[in-house]
């Protein structure tokens, strides 16, 4: 029989941050109970222990916890997500809140989401604003049907929608009938060679396309340059997330399409995040 505080003790010795509060979840989640629920007395029968060995030897392998739940909180919301998207992370969520103040104030009525992954970014947006219809996009097809499952369990779908296609067809702005707003994307940024240098729970368990920028990272924002323009209305915005030090790359890219940078925005460890552009 494991216990709980059998399981805090094999997760720290396997150098997982938080084993406490981790032991709690993994017990809650093979319990159906919260984790507020689970104390030192509880007790598994045979089925919940299988299950529960079976979970711990995953996070073990430092599987990242919410791919082995299968869902994530973002923002306010309970996503689905597994090995085909890339997991929500706590820094997107500050392009998130830019888009929402951005569509407040500027009467956004469109967006499209440039590798839409889970939905995290686009499905919240359309969560908060009723009148708004939105458009993701992404070259994955599995991505696509977690969006899609994400969609439906929020109730925006009729407003949703999902096409498979990759930003680098040279045909790729047909796919787009109207021009929109408002476009946000997460785009893939880590340069090639650093990609050996992330964390395991990235590096083995995200998808590596969601992840590889190309040799400087720029490669996406060179694309998004090109295309966005076509796709966009007149002084429609453009919101992006970027890497860490890209701030003058990205801002010269650009520019030098027909864009102008309007602000830069920090992450929670004070680092330059997110950009927003307007079509000049």
């Known amino acids: 029989m494991m216990m709980y505080q059998n399981i805090i003790e094999k997760l720290a010795e396997g150098n997982i941050p938080s084993p406490r509060l981790e032991a709690r979840i993994l017990m809650a989640h093979?319990?159906?109970?919260?984790?507020?629920?689970?104390t030192g007395s509880l007790k598994l029968n045979e089925q919940q222990n299988i299950q529960l060995e079976h979970l711990l030897q995953q996070r073990l392998a430092?599987?990242?916890?919410?791919?082995?739940?299968?869902?994530?909180?973002?923002?306010?919301?309970?996503?689905?997500?597994?090995?085909?998207?890339?997991?929500?992370?706590?820094?997107?969520?500050?392009?998130?809140?830019?888009?929402?103040?951005?569509?407040?104030?500027?009467g956004i009525s469109s967006v499209l989401d440039l590798g839409v992954g889970s939905g995290c970014i686009l499905l919240s947006l359309l969560?908060?604003?009723?009148?708004?219809?939105?458009?993701g996009i992404d070259k994955s097809?599995?991505?696509?049907?977690?969006?899609?499952?994400?969609?439906?369990k929020l109730n925006v779908e009729k407003r949703c929608k999902l096409i498979n296609a990759d930003w680098f067809e040279p045909q790729f702005t047909d796919h787009i009938a109207k021009k929109?707003?408002?476009?946000?994307?997460?785009?893939?940024?880590?340069?090639?060679?650093?990609?050996?240098?992330?964390d395991t729970?990235?590096?083995?368990?995200?998808?590596?396309?969601?992840?590889?920028?190309?040799?400087?990272?720029?490669?996406?924002?060179?694309?998004?340059?090109?295309?966005?323009?076509y796709l966009l209305q007149e002084n429609?915005?453009?919101?992006?997330?970027?890497?860490?030090?890209?701030?003058?790359?990205?801002?010269?890219?650009?520019e030098q399409s027909?864009?102008?940078?309007?602000?830069?925005?920090n992450d929670l460890s004070g680092i330059e995040r997110c950009l927003i552009f307007v079509k000049k």
């Open 30 to 38: 093979v319990c159906n109970i919260s984790p507020n629920e689970v």
């Open 62 to 106: 430092h599987k990242p916890l919410d791919k082995i739940l299968g869902h994530k909180e973002f923002y306010k919301y309970d996503f689905i997500v597994n090995e085909d998207v890339l997991s929500p992370r706590p820094d997107t969520e500050v392009l998130l809140e830019a888009a929402l103040e951005l569509i407040q104030d500027s």
């Open 127 to 135: 969560k908060e604003f009723d009148l708004l219809e939105g458009i």
């Open 141 to 152: 097809e599995s991505a696509l049907q977690v969006a899609k499952t994400n969609a439906v």
């Open 180 to 198: 929109v707003d408002l476009i946000v994307s997460n785009p893939p940024y880590i340069p090639t060679a650093d990609i050996a240098t992330l």
């Open 201 to 229: 729970e990235v590096r083995n368990f995200d998808p590596m396309p969601a992840l590889d920028g190309g040799i400087d990272g720029l490669d996406s924002y060179k694309r998004i340059a090109q295309i966005a323009p």
């Open 236 to 254: 429609g915005y453009i919101i992006l997330e970027i890497g860490i030090n890209q701030t003058q790359a990205v801002q010269n890219i650009f």
């Open 258 to 265: 027909s864009f102008k940078l309007l602000k830069i925005i």
